[in-house]
């Protein structure tokens, strides 16, 4: 048989687990729950093994079986994906973590990994006719779903809250997005969204109301394990305000486990948020199935202020089922670890990857991390979008200055 | 015979020729001129084939044959290289070069192409046992250097004009450099490092002043060549400030072609300076072989803002060598091609990088660039690193606003 180049087959409500084509633009199942894409893994299987993907471009194209797009003329993008997977020696030493190691999400488009959801999700909206779309975004996601609609010639109205990183204003306006700013939070651009959307000529493509952009971010699952040589680590550590990045690791694993090309074991997934912002911590010590929104959210990790995450559920079964945890971090201390991780090892990492190394050094500490482990964390853009998060104080030289030698 | 990690013989005067011991750290030859590495290539050519090359990691440690390092062991940094080669075919039609292509250095660590030669520049230094460096920057080469020197244990002096992008500031001390702004321009920066440096317990890893930085940089040329399948465009256009990159890829193309992987045929190769600096274009047009320092130069394109260049002899060398050309820009342009390239094709330019569409488009509208040839530019690093670019002006919205739909 000719094999194909997407497996998938169809979309499958989060809740009820109902089936729904894949053929027609969707938002949510007919309960409100998220939905997901489902391919013919058997059919992945007879197609391709992990070593014939090693050989292929370094993008995050290389898994387009296990992608959503059907025809390769609508794989464009910015050659995103295959980001490095780095060691962090000293700092992991120093922290009683020896096998530390950072998924660097910055080298992306845009700066963050926000583009896999986009070079994804923008690729199918363009091959299912989608022409209009709109979306709330903290920054990051606007700045890369507006490069990617520029691409591929689709109009983004991009709603973000006044207190964004100010480059990402500039980001999603140059590549000629429609972008609104709100006096308020994410949630309060995504109502805004909905009503936009809901006269359905604008498609809703909001984190989880639109099934592909996890099928993005999923591949930072498959390239950690590829990296690893298909072996997964101990630990994957994961700052999460939507959620949709752990929710994708976490289905790239199972789908790997599916295809036989990891084994039965999977890495325990920590989802790390911030203290003035953590709803899926206090669900996940709670006990809950559901997560409750929280309000007069705040935290110097603004990409993980996500006051209501429509994926909690799925990140609460994610972390759950891998017998993982939820833990916060105080904004102090994420700040003292970008300073901490730019001095030993040279990476200055944005604040929401900072959140995790404190999360690791707070689980090291409980002993929930065992010293042996190896770990994962994600630094999830590029340190260097957030000018204002660290403070410098530097000395300034006359133009003629003669300065004492040694 | 085993094969080398690297084939480097020694070092040579680029002006005498005079050969010198690679094995200690040098500065300049003794006339003054930039020193340059050389291998044995006939030992290259026997090693290694450009099809074994091309499956090795997609870092540029791929040609590490060709690169000073001796000992794999000294080749840690951050995955860096083998950057995206994209097609720009929306704003390539548009100003009559269908086969515009980019090399986006904008996913490099820290941002910018100076990661290059910041990581194979400090690799040789610790190489050779450097432990303190001093050097003039205008930015981004003080972040990418600081950050390398950080993950070697390298102590770096890094003296930049207080008109550098900020970011920058906060990325060189956060990775635990000792910082000096100066109330000047790069060239004030130099002098300074060069007193600091005289007595030699601080090494002068100014542009060209220390040899190996231009072997990270020439990785560019190579890595042009073998995605585009081991063949040369018609035209490569470089942003033209200390004029390292553009000298690297010269040196890149000559050693390609002595190892016979590429054929006689070389691409034309443009300067680019913005028209309030532009030493080279005007030591190119006046037929100088020596470039003569300007004053109060001044450019949006900071990075390109090097009134007196120790490398510009060379530049003109390499642009006169290959029937290549010089041409000067306005900021007025470069701030509008930002714009179109980021609604066009989704990609925002750095302003350097923008001044090589500028000169894409001149040249083609003077005919020098014909409308079938390929023409490859440089974006020599990440638009958002220079958030006060572009302005943009946006509406806000209140928190509870109702829009009015469609």
């Known amino acids: 048989m000719q094999p194909k180049f997407s497996y998938l087959t169809d979309l499958q409500g989060s809740r009820g ?33 992990p070593k014939e993907i090693s050989q292929r471009p370094p993008t995050l194209w290389r898994y ?10 609508f794989v464009r993008g910015f050659g995103e994906g295959m980001t ?4 962090l020696p000293r700092l992991g030493k120093a922290i009683g973590v020896p096998k530390l190691k950072v998924k660097d999400e910055a080298p992306l488009p ?68 429609d972008v609104m700013l709100i006096d308020g939070l994410i949630s309060d651009a995504g109502r805004v969204v909905g009503q936009l959307t809901a006269s359905g000529a604008v498609f809703d493509a909001s984190t989880l109301k639109e099934p592909y952009r996890v099928e993005g971010k999923k591949t930072m699952g498959m390239e950690i394990v590829e990296q690893l040589g298909w072996h997964v680590p101990d630990v994957i550590v994961y700052p999460t305000g939507g959620g949709v990045g752990l929710i994708g690791i976490y289905k790239a694993l199972l789908e790997l486990q599916e295809l036989g090309w990891i084994g039965s074991t999977l890495p325990r997934l920590v989802s790390v948020q911030a203290d003035g912002c953590d709803p899926i911590v206090r669900a996940f010590n709670a006990g809950e199935v559901e997560v409750a929104g929280q309000d007069d959210t705040h ?56 959140a995790t190394l404190v999360a690791v050094e707070a689980l090291r ?25 660290v403070k410098v104080e530097l000395p300034t030289i006359a133009r003629d200055a003669v300065l004492d030698t040694v």
Not at 322 to 342: K, N, P
């Open 365 to 389: 500490d409980s002993g929930w991390i065992g010293e042996g482990e190896e770990v994962v964390v994600l630094n999830t853009g590029a340190g260097n979008k957030y000018p204002d998060a």
């Open 84 to 87: 490095p997977l780095l060691d």
């Open 110 to 177: 845009t700066g963050s990994f926000k583009a896999r959801g986009a070079a994804v999700g923008v690729a199918r909206a363009a091959e299912l006719g989608i022409t209009k779309l709109a979306m709330p975004t903290n920054g990051n996601a606007g700045s890369a779903w507006a490069a990617y609609c520029a691409q591929y010639g689709i109009e983004a109205t991009i709603i973000m809250p006044l207190d964004a990183p100010a480059i990402t204003r500039s980001e999603c306006a140059l590549a000629g997005a």
């Open 17 to 49: 687990g109902e089936r729904y084509s894949s053929d027609v633009p969707r938002n949510l199942a007919s309960d409100g729950s998220p939905l997901f894409a489902r391919y013919d893994l058997d059919g992945v299987r007879s197609a391709v093994s």
């Open 299 to 354: 935290t110097v990790a603004f990409g993980i202020n996500v006051p209501k995450p429509l994926g909690g559920r799925a990140v609460l079964e994610a972390v759950r089922a891998t017998e993982g945890t939820a833990i916060s971090v105080s904004d102090r201390d994420i700040l003292r670890f970008i300073g901490r991780c730019a001095a030993d090892e040279g990476m200055m990492f944005c604040p929401e990857g900072a």
């Open 64 to 73: 387009h079986e296990l992608l959503p797009v059907q025809d390769p003329a």
